[in-house]
């Protein structure tokens, strides 16, 4: 009979454990990075700046990325701040475990690795390894979203209500096509 109480308890201190680490939010802290230098071209003052990349690409028009960024601002931004940002950028509050090893490994490392594929730690346009362009940002978000595939399941099983919600899907592809329309125009 005892054996069968202290492992109800350990069931039960581990179930209320499990909640307080999910629930119970942190501060975060703020990132020292710096936004990286905006590549554009202005189409008012055409002579101040190179039309081109170093790949020889044409710089995309600073009037079309300020346009853009607007729009993430205003529409997209908030959808990301709750389900994204967490990864791929900066956020105010943290989940307790993500301050715990061994969580806490596994939740930097998780970091890393999205900030270096895909960064929106400063808006619009994102940076990431393999970026060249705007567009390229665009693209691989357009990509994740129609395969639902971020966030990444592991993630949804602590934070089953950041999957996004297909009217939220639609307007961030309707968003980051008008971009992709915008740009290559
Ligand atoms: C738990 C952390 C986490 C969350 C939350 C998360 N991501 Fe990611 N994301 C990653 C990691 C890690 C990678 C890099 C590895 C990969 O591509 O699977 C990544 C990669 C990406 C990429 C680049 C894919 C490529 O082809 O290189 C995009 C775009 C992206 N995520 C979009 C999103 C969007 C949009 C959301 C919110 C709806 C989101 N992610 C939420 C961790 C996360």
Redesign the pocket.
């Known amino acids: 009979m005892k054996k069968k109480w202290i492992f109800i308890d350990l069931v039960l201190t581990m179930a209320a454990l499990g909640i307080v680490l999910r629930f119970v939010s942190v501060d975060a802290p703020r990132s020292s990075a710096k936004p990286p230098p905006r590549k554009c071209a202005s189409t008012s003052s055409p002579q101040s700046q190179p039309s081109k990349t170093a790949d020889g690409e044409p710089l995309a028009s600073c009037e079309d990325l300020d346009a853009i960024q607007a729009a993430y601002e205003k529409e997209i931004r908030p959808?990301?701040e709750a389900?994204?940002?967490?990864?791929?950028g900066n956020v105010d509050k943290m989940p307790l475990y993500s301050k715990i090893p061994p969580f806490s490994w596994l939740?930097q490392?998780?970091?890393?690795?999205?900030k270096?594929?895909?960064d929106?730690s400063f808006g619009f346009p994102?940076s990431?390894?393999?970026y060249d362009v705007p567009q390229d940002?665009l693209e691989?978000?357009?990509?994740?979203?129609q395969e639902s595939?971020?966030?990444?399941p592991?993630?949804l099983v602590a934070?089953w209500k950041?999957?996004?919600t297909p009217e939220?899907s639609q307007k961030?592809l309707k968003w980051a096509n008008d971009g992709l329309k915008a740009l290559n125009d």
Do not use: N, W
């Not at 389900?83 to 791929?88: D, I, T």
């Open positions: 959808i990301f389900k994204c940002l967490m990864c791929h939740v490392s998780d970091i890393d690795e999205a270096e594929h895909h929106m994102f990431g390894k393999k940002g691989d978000l357009i990509d994740d979203v595939s971020m966030p990444p592991i993630y934070h950041s999957r996004l939220e961030i």
